[in-house]
Nanobody, 126 residues
Framework: QVQLVESGGGLVQAGGSLRLSCAASGPNFSVFAMGWFRQGPGKEREFVAAISWSGGSTAYADSVKGRFTISRENAKNTVYLQMNSLKPEDTAVYSC???????????????????WGQGTQVTVSS
């Protein structure tokens, strides 16, 4: 069983930056692909970014490409999401997730992820 706990959310002005962290507990963190998803007010949950177990492969939603960077430190059982040039439309609850298999971005966005965190609120003011 893997438990995921997000941190680093908060209130920031448009154009600002935040770094989210997701700490994992449980065995074999380094074998999991990790992802970030978000759900804005009145919206469906959407894929943001994912990273393979080694960190060698990453995938991003078009809406965040070039602004957000996903990374991981397997020695610390932690995955990060660096968010720059934030926009009001980035306002959402951000959740991290884990799964065994890496896949195409279509599959990463549409097929189930095994473990989920509770989420952290990010609010971007205009």
């Amino acid at each position: 069983q893997v438990q995921l706990v997000e941190s680093g959310g908060g209130l920031v002005q448009a154009g600002g930056s935040l770094r989210l962290s997701c700490a994992a507990s449980g065995p074999n963190f380094s074998v999991f692909a990790m992802g970030w998803f978000r759900q804005g007010p009145g919206k469906e949950r959407e894929f943001v970014a994912a990273i393979s177990w080694s960190g060698g492969s990453t995938a991003y939603a078009d809406s965040v490409k070039g602004r957000f960077t996903i990374s991981r430190e397997n020695a610390k059982n932690t995955v990060y999401l660096q968010m720059n040039s934030l926009k009001p439309e980035d306002t959402a609850v951000y959740s991290c997730a884990a799964r065994i298999t890496w896949d195409t971005i279509v599959k990463l966005t549409t097929s189930p992820w095994t473990y989920w965190g509770q989420g952290t609120q990010v609010t971007v003011s205009s």
